[in-house]
Structures are given as C-alpha cells and as structure tokens.
C-alpha cells in the first residue's frame, strides 16, 4: 500500500515558476514508477509525466517537454516536478500516482493516487 500527498500547487502568474512535490509513504519507494497526471476544469485527466524507479528514466507529454521537468529523491520518499515559463493552460489540478516497477503514460496503469494539488496561472 503507498499513500500519496501532493504539495506545492497555488495561485501565480504567466511566466512564473512553481515546483510541485509528491511525498510517498512506504518502504519501497524506489520499486514504484511515478507519474503526474494533471486535470483541467471540464477536461479529462490527462499525462504529465513520467520516471522510474531509480529516476534515470523519464518520459514527458511532447506538448510540456522543455518546461516540465519530473524528477524523485528516493531517500525522501519525493517525486518532484518542476514546472516552468507556467501558461493559464497549464491551470489543474495536478495528481501523482504509482506503479510498481515500471513506467507509463497510461492513467489506468497506476494503482495508487494521490488527492491532488491545486495549481491556477493567472495571465
């Protein structure tokens, strides 16, 4: 069982940066890919992000290559995504979930969600 909590989302303006954390519970953090996931008002959740385990393998939605970056510290128990030049479409609810093993882009592969953090990029 992995308990997820995001932290980090907010209120700020285009062109800001915002870093969000996920912080895992467990023993085997390292064995689980991690993923962000992200939810617009009126849309479907859709792929942010992705890494492995050990954080050497990492794959992004074309759309957010070179702003997004995903990144973990196992010893933390933390994935992280670093988030930048922030646009008023990147406005959602952002998730992160779990899978054990291996990465994916896929929503239905992660067996552990966490509640969500808000994140809002005013123009």
């Known amino acids: 069982q992995v308990q997820l909590v995001e932290s980090g989302g907010g209120l700020v303006q285009a062109g800001d940066s915002l870093r969000l954390s996920c912080a895992a519970s467990?023993?085997?953090?390292?064995?689980?890919?991690m993923g962000w996931f992200r939810q617009a008002p009126g849309k479907e959740r859709e792929f942010v992000a992705t890494?492995?385990?050990?954080?050497?393998?990492?794959y992004y939605a074309d759309s957010l290559k070179g702003r997004f970056t995903i990144s973990r510290d196992n010893a933390k128990n933390t994935v992280y995504l670093q988030m930048n030049s922030l646009k008023p479409e990147d406005t959602a609810v952002y998730y992160c979930?779990?899978?054990?093993?291996?990465?994916?882009?896929?929503?239905?592969?992660?067996?552990?969600w966490g509640q969500g953090t808000q994140v809002t990029v005013s123009s």
């Open positions: 979930a779990a899978r054990w093993i291996y990465r994916s882009d896929a929503q239905n592969d992660y067996s552990y």
């Open positions: 467990g023993r085997t953090f390292s064995r689980y890919a």
């Open positions: 890494i492995s385990g050990g954080g050497a393998d990492t």
